[in-house]
Each structure stands twice: as C-alpha cells, then as structure tokens.
C-alpha cells in the first residue's frame, strides 16, 4: 500500500470516527487500541518523499571537483548563500556531453577569449544506470545547442587536468526534456482531427483510418511526460520521407531546460560566473530558473537572448511540474559542496505530494466526445481532495476501466457505494486509481444494485452503434476507445464538428462561426443542423447578438453572411461537399455535381437508392450514373448509399429547399463511356450531328434515364449538357411533364425536340 493511499484511508477513518462516535467506542474496546498510537507512526511521513542530494552529506566520495574550490572560499568568515528554487519539471532527464575540438593547450596558446565546446554525445540516465543513446534526436531539440561558447576565464586551469582524458575540454549539461502540456493537447486534437479527415472527407478511398502515423503512436501515451519520452526514444523511421518529416517536426515539440552544469565550471580570480543565473547567461541554456524569471510577477519580460531557444518564454502551467527543486545559487559554495554519487549535495528536491482521497462509486455514466470517443466518468461520492469538492472522475476508457474496478476476479460489474481511491494531482482531472476490495472497508456496499463495467452497444447521445479503435470486436484492451459510428450530424455531441465543416468555407461559406460559436448556437438552441442558420427568425437574431461575447456587430455579420449565401445561391458541388458524407471531399463532389446537374436530380438518386437496395436485387448497383465515372470508387458510392440511408437525407431536403442550389454542367467522361455498350455506335467521331451544341433535357425520356440521354447526346457531339435553359443552349428535348423548361426555351427562341424523335 502506498503512502498515499495509507493516507487517503486515513483521512477518511478520521472522518467516519467524527460522524459515527458511538461505532469508535466500541471497536477501540474490541481491538484495544489507543487513538494516539494509530497514527503517531506515519505523520508527515509523505510529505518529501524526494532529497536526493541533502541525505548523504557525509560521503567522502564525492567527485574531484570540491577539492579544487578552497583556494578560492574564505572559510573563515561568515558567508551568505543564496538560494534559488526552481520548478521541477516532470519530464525525462537528459544529459548532454560537451567537448572542445582542439586539444587545450592549442586553445590557451592561441590567446583565445573563447572556447567553443560541441555536442558530442546525449544520453537519457535512467535512475543512475547507464541511459540510451539518444544525440541524434537530441540535436533537433530546441534549447539544446550545438555548440556552446564559453568565457575561457571561467574554466580554471586546474579543471582542466581532471577533464582532459582526451586533452580537451569538457563539460556535462544535465536538464529535462519535456513536451509543453498544450502541444500534447494539439497533439491530441490533430490525431482525431486526422481521423475524421480521413475517414469523412477523402477523395483517396484507399487510406486507412488507423494509419500507424507518429502522431497515434504519441497520443496514444497517457500523459506529456510519456509522450516526450516516447519521441525522444523513437528510432528513426528507415524509409518513408513523410514519417522522417513527421519525426523531426514530433522533435522540434520537445524542450529541453538544464538544471545543472557539472562540476566543470568555476570561477578563476574575476569570476565571470558567480551565481546560478550567470551559468544560464554564459552558456545560453535555458533554464527553468531563467525562464522562471522572465515571467516577472510585473509582466516585464527580458530579451531573448539565444536563439537556440526560441520557446523557452513558457508559462509554467504548461508543463507538469512534479515538486520543486531549491538549489545554492554561489558557485564558489556549489564548488566547495561537491556532489555525491548520483547528484549534487548543493541542491534539495521536494516533490508535491500528490492528494488522493476515498470515496464511493455511486455511478459510471458514459460521456460523447466532440470525436465521437465514448468516455466512461465515475460519478462519486462528494469528497474534499485539497479544497476541491471532486464528484467525478475520468476513467479514460474501458478497457482501464476493466483493469482498475474489475477488481480481483476481473469483475463486469461492481456493487454501489464499493470504496474507491481517486487521485488530484494540480489542476489535472481526478482519476479513479483503484478499487479498495476487502472485508473491513465495504461496509454500507449495495450487494444488490450493480453498476456495468462494461461499454454501451449503442451510443448514449444518438442510439448508433459503436465501434473500436482497433481490429479487436471488444474494448478490453486498454488504450482502446470506443467510439460512436453513427452520422456525426445526428449525434449531438460530434455535430459542432460536421456544421463546422458544412459552414467552411469551400461548402456553405458561412463566416464567423468557429467551433466555440457553433457550441454557443448549439447550447443555445439557436442551431441543430446547418440549414437553421438559413431559417433563423427575425427575432432570434437579436438574441445571438447578446449572446456572451458576441454583440451586434458579430450577430450583424453572421447574419449578413447567412443571407448572402441565401441570396446568391450555392453550387451543387458545394452543396454536396457540405453534407459531409463520408470519402466525398472536395473533388469528389464536383465529380458528383457533374454528373447530375441539378440537386433535384441528385436527391432523387439518394432516394431511389435508399429505396431499391431494400430489396436485395443482386444486379442492382446503386448510382448508375457514377459507375462508370473516373475518380469515383465502389468505396465512395457505399459511402452516398450509406448516408442516403440515414436521416442525414432529410437534413440535406431540408437545407436544399431553403437554398438556392444552382446547376452545374453535366459532364460524361469519354474514356468511361466507350466501355458502355452504347458506345460501340458511336466510334465514328466524324458521326456527330450535334457537334458542339448545349443540349438541355427537360421532362420524362419516356424510359430512359436522364444520364442515359445525356451519354447519347455526348457521343452525337454535344459540347455539354447543362440542367437549365439559357440564351447559350442550342437544343432542348422534352417529353412529358417539360413544363417550365419548355416555356423558357420558346421564350428564348431555342430549337426544341420530343422526347419521342430524339430516342
Ligand atoms: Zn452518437
């Protein structure tokens, strides 16, 4: 058990003593124990857990270097010593080799101001074992420089004799790597961003979802420490160009704060560094004392002085800070204070106790992300961890779910009220640690309600059901999400992403709704589906003007925007990129668009596919006129049959009736057709009688489909096949039903046809 945990249920024996006294009297006479003597033992007893240096004063091993500072310490008077504290950064240490190229006696015979030291070699050090090889990688990190000029008046002579194995000068930088918390997050948020893009919005039906990308790889650790160790450790991958690319821009994320220079720096007679802070300014290591600095409580930050860390102006809540570490400032007493083995005896660290508490499963509640992953959260018991009331915890998925309630006998439920343990650590979500199983602590357990371990079938939010991350048909892995598979337009949750991609700008064009202001619209019940923002009332614009940070001008905008695009109308293939359907990207809808023309023609062959493949025929393929279309996919027309089956179909009615969709030229590939068997009549191009003519179909062709006609028009010589009657056209054929069209092109002079002669 740890220590923390022996201090969660503490506090909670302490709370149950002072609610329930009479139960206290009678035990303490049962087990004969004192009250004082329970606790005397374990007081303060996790408060510093972490002193590496301050333990072991009295070793006399300590390197060389403390034996060499006397000469320069007045040990006799009464010195102040400052003392700097540092934040400790939660990450993966790393210790970083420098080394002169010349030998040092050239250097000093030179007459040099300056010695120049490289990075020879960088290593991580595991816990004082000999760490991996890591100098590659470590040269693409920022805050590591390549090359370190140095004062040579704060290099004593007599250091040189301990260091020059090889004759050179040396020193060693050891600091901490770390992935700054909010490039974590990104990361985080690109990975399902590049989820949805790939599996939403693709031309290219061949990517997979789960495509192995460095990103996955990185997210998929659970917090920013682990996610740097895993790029810092991450071989170079041994083809791809892309994945190379990917690697070092997953490097360039990574920082890199020195704690410490060892042993190698010491001041000769005018000591050019004295403190701490002057080792930072020589050497241009940021670090986190130095960075601490910059953000002054008055705001005033120093200038930048190195370029080799251009991001080091980071404000400490970005990183996870573990404890702090309170360090001697003087290096004269640094010097004469020396090191033991693993670490410095002039710096003490204190690490931050981490708060856990006990408390009660009453629920496990399942939450939809914007992603549509399936987050389950713990719904607790009140407890007070630090000042916070917590009443519910992350469980992350359900597959750790399983592994820390499952308990012993991997459980698929668990009885209401079973004792938890969960755990705050800063301003970090509380997490259930684990289940607390045994005889003494169930107590007030509800033997007879249970609570499922185990993941919905269906989504909460929208009843569609769900899907893993993986292969694997069950959440049990750890790590693996599960997640809604339903359309993201119907799931509440997962729709702020969908209208943010039907108002982008290549679809519906709407501007000033970013992902927060759709939130906004959502919560507040101005927006459900893209085609309200086409319907709002007169009155509730007003009210979207008072919304939180919105005001008259923005509301006045949106509302601009919203009746612009009303106005003016939309092209068919924007219409089509707006519904978000699944492969259809940008290109792809244009090809869609080219082959119906009109979005009536469109929603027709949504609806009749919907409809005809219920009965099963096996020669029915759906779409017939995008079969034979270059650049469209069997992967793609699953795709629009999915979604025409969906009630995604009646939002896309809906948007289509209150806007103006305009219509495209339909366009038949050449090469496509001459597979059609219709093609074989036509081979001879000289044949062609409505060489370059508009040709406009309007009506019923009396059996054949619209595209059929429209093939045959191409391949008599028809330039295009436009779906609506201008001065341009050159001929519109008509049968029964030909109605307006008909009328425009006598209006207009145009040659008509019957349906009848033209077939
Ligand atoms: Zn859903």
């Known amino acids: 058990i740890s220590d923390d945990e022996f201090d969660a249920l503490v506090r909670r024996e302490e709370e149950l003593e002072q609610k329930y006294p009479e139960f206290l009297h009678a035990w303490r006479i049962e087990s004969g124990l004192d009250q004082t003597a329970t606790r005397s033992g374990r007081i303060g007893s996790s408060l510093v857990s972490s002193s590496s240096s301050s333990s072991s004063s009295s070793s006399s091993s300590s390197s060389s270097s403390s034996s060499q500072s006397n000469d320069n310490t007045n040990t006799n008077t009464l010195i102040s010593i400052s003392i700097i504290t540092e934040p400790k950064l939660d990450g993966v240490s790393l210790s970083l080799h420098y080394e002169t190229k010349e030998e040092f006696s050239s250097i000093i015979d030179d007459d040099n101001d300056e010695v120049s030291l490289d990075l020879r070699w960088a290593s991580t050090r595991g816990d004082g074992k000999i760490g991996q090889d890591v100098t590659a990688t470590a040269k693409q990190i920022s805050g590591i420089p390549l090359r370190i000029q140095l004062p040579l008046s704060s290099l004593s002579s007599s250091q040189l004799h301990n260091n020059n194995v090889n004759k050179t000068f040396a020193i060693e930088v050891r600091g901490e790597v770390v992935l700054p918390r909010s490039e974590f997050l990104r990361l985080q948020l690109e990975r399902e961003e590049e989820n949805i893009t790939t599996t939403d919005n693709s031309d290219n039906t061949n990517k997979t979802v789960n495509s192995t990308s460095s990103s996955t790889t990185i997210t998929s650790f659970s917090n920013s420490r682990n996610a740097a160790s895993g790029i810092l450790l991450r071989k170079d991958p041994k083809n791809p160009e892309e994945e190379q690319i990917q690697s070092n821009e997953l490097r360039s994320l990574l920082q890199f704060y020195a704690y410490d220079i060892s042993g190698l720096l010491q001041p000769r007679d005018n000591n050019r560094i004295n403190t701490h802070r002057d080792e930072d300014d020589s050497t241009n290591l940021a670090t986190a004392t130095t960075t601490a600095t910059k953000l002054n409580k008055d705001g005033t930050k120093r200038q930048s002085r190195s370029s080799s860390s251009p991001k080091s102006e980071y ?23 020396g090191y033991s083995m693993k670490s410095p005896k002039w710096a003490v660290a204190h690490k931050f106790p981490a708060q856990s508490a006990v408390s009660r499963l009453l629920d496990i509640v399942v939450q939809v992300g914007r992603t549509g992953a399936l987050t389950p959260v713990a719904i607790l018991e009140p407890v007070e961890v630090n000042g916070v009331t917590i009443q519910r915890a992350t469980l992350h998925n359900f597959g750790h779910l399983k592994e820390i309630l499952g308990g012993d006998n991997d459980d698929d439920k668990i009885p209401k009220y079973e004792p938890v343990l969960i755990r705050r650590a800063g301003d970090v ?22 609570i499922s371990l185990e993941p919905p079938k269906s989504c909460p939010a929208c009843g569609s059901p769900v899907t893993y991350d993986t292969s694997s048909s069950s959440a049990s892995s750890i790590g693996q999400v599960t997640r809604c598979n339903g359309p993201p337009l119907l799931c509440p949750p997962r729709a702020v992403t969908s209208l943010k991609h039907a ?7 709407i501007t000033g709704l970013s992902e927060s202001r759709i939130q906004q619209l959502m919560d507040a019940d101005f927006l459900r589906y893209p085609n309200d923002i086409f319907q709002m009332e007169d009155s509730k614009w ?13 509301g006045k905008n949106l509302r601009g925007s919203s009746e612009k695009v009303a106005t003016n109308g939309i092209t068919l293939s924007r219409f089509i990129f707006s519904l978000g359907i699944r492969h259809v990207g940008k290109h792809t809808s244009e090809l869609v668009a080219s082959s119906y023309g009109t979005v009536e023609a469109f929603l027709v062959a949504l609806d009749t596919a919907a409809q005809e493949n219920t009965e099963s025929s ?5 779409f017939p006129q995008l079969q034979n279309k270059l650049g469209i996919g069997p992967v793609m027309v699953e795709s629009l049959l999915a979604f025409s089956k969906t009630a995604e179909l009646s939002a896309a009615k809906d948007l289509a009736e209150s806007l103006n969709v305009l219509e495209e030229d339909v366009v038949v590939d050449e090469d496509s057709s001459e597979t059609d068997s219709l093609s074989t009549e036509s081979t001879n191009k000289s044949n062609q009688p409505w060489k370059g003519f508009r040709v406009v179909f309007t009506g019923s062709l009396d059996g054949m489909t619209r595209s059929e006609a429209q093939r045959i028009a191409k391949q008599l010589g028809a330039k295009s096949t436009p779906g609506s009657v201008s001065k341009s056209t050159d001929l519109v054929v008509y049968g029964e039903k030909g109605g307006k069209k008909l009328e425009q092109a006598q209006e207009l002079g145009v040659t008509t046809m019957y349906a009848q002669d033209f077939i």
């Open 429 to 450: 979500i509380p997490q259930v640690i684990k289940r607390i199983q045994g005889s003494d602590v169930d107590v007030g357990v509800d033997k007879d309600k249970w």
């Open 315 to 337: 404000d400490w809540g970005d990183f996870d800070v573990d404890g702090c570490v309170h360090k001697v400032s003087e290096a004269t007493i640094k010097a004469a204070m």
């Open 542 to 554: 007003g009210d979207i003007a008072a919304l939180p940070g919105w005001g008259e001008k923005s």
């Open 503 to 509: 108002f982008s700008r290549d679809a519906l064009d």
């Open 618 to 622: 096996e020669q029915y393929r759906p």
